[in-house]
């Protein structure tokens, strides 16, 4: 079992940053792959990145790429979503998710994490 519990989020004009973070309890934290997803206002929710169990890979949706950052501390059982150059369009609920085990090429899929967290809101004003 992990729990998880997302902060961080709040109200930023764009081209300003954020750090989401997410924190797990649970013995086993280090064996998951962890990802990020949001949900935009009329949106399903969609894949924004995501980080290995041990850190060694990282994926990133294209819309995401090159502005967010994702990384990962097993010892303190965080996981960090660095969020620059923010834009309204990333206006959203990101939630942190836990995945046991799962194929390489589908960390972009929502069923392919176990566990969620409750979400935090990102606000970015124009």
């Known amino acids: 079992q992990v729990q998880l519990v997302e902060s961080g989020g709040g109200l930023v004009q764009a081209g300003g940053s954020l750090r989401l973070s997410c924190a797990a309890s649970?013995?086993?934290?280090?064996?998951?792959?962890m990802g990020w997803f949001r949900q935009r206002p009329g949106k399903e929710r969609e894949f924004a990145a995501a980080?290995?169990?041990?850190?060694?890979?990282?994926y990133y949706a294209e819309s995401v790429k090159g502005r967010f950052t994702i990384s990962r501390d097993n010892a303190k059982k965080m996981v960090y979503l660095q969020m620059n150059s923010l834009k309204p369009e990333d206006t959203a609920v990101y939630y942190c998710a836990a995945g046991y085990s799962y194929s390489s090429g589908a960390y972009y899929l929502a069923a392919s994490y176990d566990y969620w967290g409750q979400g935090t809101q990102v606000t970015v004003s124009s």
């Open positions: 980080i290995s169990w041990n850190g060694g890979r990282t």
């Open positions: 649970g013995r086993t934290f280090s064996t998951y792959a």
